[in-house]
């Protein structure tokens, strides 16, 4: 697998009992870029995001991600990646501001570092003014913003989105859609995935 990639991957199997998730299925994304992965629910979308961050453990073929292979290094590929699921997965009873301390203390960025990452997060995905309210106040974008910003707390070189604009209304998509153009240009690599055409447009 050579440089110039972020992610690839050859050949990855995945059986669920009889049922084969993915059967030979090849990715080269390059570094700093978005790549979108298409396809309807149920085509494996999901399965390759979670082989490839180490959620799920191959049972065939091979993947790199970061220049590290995802069976053999996993721990390293988890210190260099940020992963958002289809659903947000942030705490509504708290603030932004909160929320966004607590997954620096999860990742062990102890107290004023935590303090002063968050601060740069929500001013970067430009939160600031809603930092101190609870996030069971956001609209649908915002608590997507916030989840986008959690995911970016060790500002990982590769960020997995799965699906990240379900459930949300135009207006909504837009913002998410420019917070992830603004960090890929900033550097990250993105894989997305989505149903929706015009989205992987």
């Not at 084969?20 to 080269?28: E, Y």
């Not at 390059?30 to 490839?52: C, D, E, F, M, S």
């Not at 609209?139 to 699906?163: H, K, N, Q």
């Amino acid at each position: 697998m050579g440089d110039g990639y972020a992610v690839r991957a050859e050949g990855l199997e995945k059986r669920y009992g009889e049922k084969r998730a993915l059967d030979g299925f090849h990715l080269d994304v390059r570094q700093g870029t978005v790549h979108g992965l298409l396809g309807p629910n149920g085509a494996g979308k999901t399965t390759a995001v979670r082989i490839l961050s180490t959620l799920v453990r191959l049972d065939g073929g091979r993947a790199r991600v970061a220049g590290l292979d995802v069976a053999r290094q996993a721990r390293e590929v988890r210190a260099r990646i940020g992963l958002t699921g289809q659903y947000a997965a942030v705490d509504e009873v708290l603030t932004g501001r909160q929320n966004l301390e607590m997954f620096g203390r999860l990742f062990h960025l102890g107290g004023g570092r935590a303090r002063a990452r968050a601060a740069e997060l929500l001013e970067q995905f430009d939160l600031t003014d809603a930092a101190d309210r609870g996030v069971g106040k956001y609209s649908g974008g915002m608590r997507r913003r916030l989840d986008l910003a959690a995911s970016m707390i060790l500002a990982p070189s590769v960020l997995f989105l799965d699906e990240p604009t379900t459930g949300l209304d135009p207006r909504s998509r837009g913002e998410v859609w420019d917070s992830v153009r603004a960090l890929v240009a900033s550097g990250t690599t993105v894989l997305l995935t989505t149903q929706y055409l015009e989205e992987a447009d």
